[in-house]
């Protein structure tokens, strides 16, 4: 029983349906950042003209402004020209990293939309269960974690950014332009290695996620067998409901047999009941068949209503393995079925 009580079975498909409608999926913050800084850097590399053009013409107004007295209108206009710019340089790259961070979820587990989450449960204020939360070995992990990446990536930027200072003297005596030009190279390398980390954490995360995503899934023998139940229905109810109407079909077929033509009997074991109506089928009709009991029962109805009873044991054997309830019976058992068929007919007219 205890084994029953284990979850060591893997979740069902249903399992995992019923998870994802109630928002629980498989993602990784780490995969879905890493996609967004790499279209971030893209973009912000594909932008940089544009922004730089940008940037450039509020240099430009600014140094107009030189000399030229303030009052509240003047300040007015400065405030609404700075915001309009600052918007037009950062809101391309807002919205495309907003679209890529879309992307990167619906990469990891699909369009899903769902209302579960959002739900107030009280059991989410609970003060002492969120306190166990705060503090469990868990938080602690996923904290250490956080720490380790964070350093590290960190760590490796700090190095590069340390390297490149040295290069600051020299860069002082360039042009606008020029310095500009060097803070986009050197911010794309440090971009790029930070992000090559962060890839790399990613991959580990994702894998790590998955595969505590499917273990907490993860069912017990009785937890699948309660779900076939609910899914496909009792086992006891649906063989009563099969029991029922095995009853109803042997009823059905037990009043068919005192109209039939003749019962061919094996003798004892099998018994199947034939009629043969010319003008509605082409071939006598099994209007009923059975084995032991359902035999005995068949010969004793047939004997009650004088339907006649001929032992021929292949027969009897080839009709009831062959045929169906009210089926017509095969060409290859015509000459056998009318051998007996005719012998009925001449006993009838004795």
Do not use: C
């Amino acid at each position: 029983m205890a084994d029953d009580q284990e979850k060591t079975e893997e979740p069902t498909a249903k399992k995992i349906e019923d998870a994802r409608k109630e928002g629980n999926v498989p993602k990784s913050q780490d995969a879905s950042g890493v996609i967004t800084l790499f279209v971030a850097l893209l973009s912000f590399l594909m932008l940089f003209p544009y922004m730089t053009a940008h940037v450039f013409f509020l240099f430009k107004y600014y140094f107009s402004l030189i000399g030229m007295p303030l009052d509240k209108l003047f300040m007015v206009d400065i405030a609404i020209v700075t915001i309009r710019e600052f918007l037009l340089i950062i809101m391309p790259l807002a919205i495309v990293v907003a679209i890529a961070g879309v992307v990167a979820a619906l990469a990891q587990f699909g369009f899903l939309f769902t209302v579960d989450a959002i739900q107030p449960k009280f059991s989410k204020i609970d003060p002492i269960k969120g306190t166990k939360n705060l503090f469990s070995m868990k938080k602690v992990i996923d904290g250490m974690k956080v720490t380790f990446k964070s350093f590290t990536t960190l760590g490796v930027g700090f190095v590069f950014f340390f390297l490149f200072i040295v290069e600051l003297p020299t860069v002082a005596l360039f042009g606008l332009d020029q310095q500009l030009e060097w803070l986009k190279d050197k911010a794309i390398i440090i971009a790029f290695v930070m992000l090559l980390i962060i890839f790399v954490f990613a991959i580990i995360d994702v894998v790590i996620v998955r595969k505590q995503y499917f273990d907490d899934l993860k069912m017990s023998k009785q937890e699948i067998k309660d779900e076939m139940k609910n899914v496909e229905g009792d086992p006891m109810v649906k063989g009563k409901i099969r029991q029922i109407q095995m009853q109803a079909a042997q009823k059905r077929m037990m009043a068919d047999v005192p109209n039939a033509d003749v019962v061919i009997t094996n003798p004892t074991h099998y018994a199947v009941a034939i009629k043969y109506e010319e003008e509605k089928s082409h071939a006598p009709i099994v209007v009923a068949k059975g084995m032991d009991n359902i035999a005995l029962q068949i010969k004793k109805i047939a004997r009650e209503n004088n339907v006649h009873i001929v032992q021929n044991p292949p027969l009897a054997r080839s009709l009831y393995a062959e045929v169906e309830l009210s089926k017509p019976i095969p060409e290859a058992l015509f000459g056998a079925v009318a051998e007996v068929l005719a012998y009925v007919y001449k006993m009838n007219r004795k």
